[in-house]
């Protein structure tokens, strides 16, 4: 499915790059494995090949999918905020979707973030979410359109420019 030098999005831990493929044994049977380098931490990762699929290994992004993220994260009409829900139910459920291999599931957590804090200064917990949420989509995106993690950084943060500057109408008056 993937070759050696194949860049990949690994769930939770973003973009890495097959460095080779090997077997080796793991409980008496013999696994062939890849050996994937994250590119973020520098961390190996050992994917079992006939797992790749299951544990979330996949292609980056095409072009028109990076888009379409951009896109959807620039759309606020689906936006559910927190209310009603309390900050347990929403990290358990934001740090599942982090962990998912569909990259529309981060970009879903990072643009609930972001106008969550609009409303209310964030925790901790859910700055680090936000904070992994952003590298996830600006590190993945960057290959994809070719381009770089802060440049794609700066784009997301300019959709959102009326949330971090006040309006115009909300300015005191001189």
């Not at 936006?79 to 990259?103: A, I």
């Amino acid at each position: 499915m993937f070759s050696v030098n194949d860049l990949v999005a690994y769930p939770a831990q973003g973009v890495g790059k097959i460095e080779k493929i090997e077997s080796q044994s793991i409980g008496g049977c013999l696994t062939e494995l890849y050996m994937v380098r994250i590119l973020s931490n520098n961390v190996m990762v050992m994917v079992p090949v006939k797992n790749a699929v299951n544990v979330g290994l996949r292609a980056l992004s095409t072009t028109k999918q990076a888009l379409e993220i951009l896109r959807y994260i620039q759309d606020r009409s689906d936006f559910t905020g927190y209310t009603g829900q309390n900050w347990n139910r929403r990290y358990r459920e934001y740090s599942e979707k982090l962990k998912s291999h569909d990259l529309h599931d981060v970009a879903y957590v990072l643009k609930e973030l972001i106008l969550i804090g609009r409303d209310k200064e964030l925790s901790f917990g859910e700055r680090r979410l936000l904070e992994q949420a952003l590298q996830l989509i600006t590190t993945e995106l960057a290959f994809t359109l070719k381009s770089t993690p802060e440049n794609i950084r700066s784009d997301i943060h300019a959709f959102f420019d009326d949330i971090l500057k006040p309006a115009a109408d909300d300015a005191p008056e001189a």
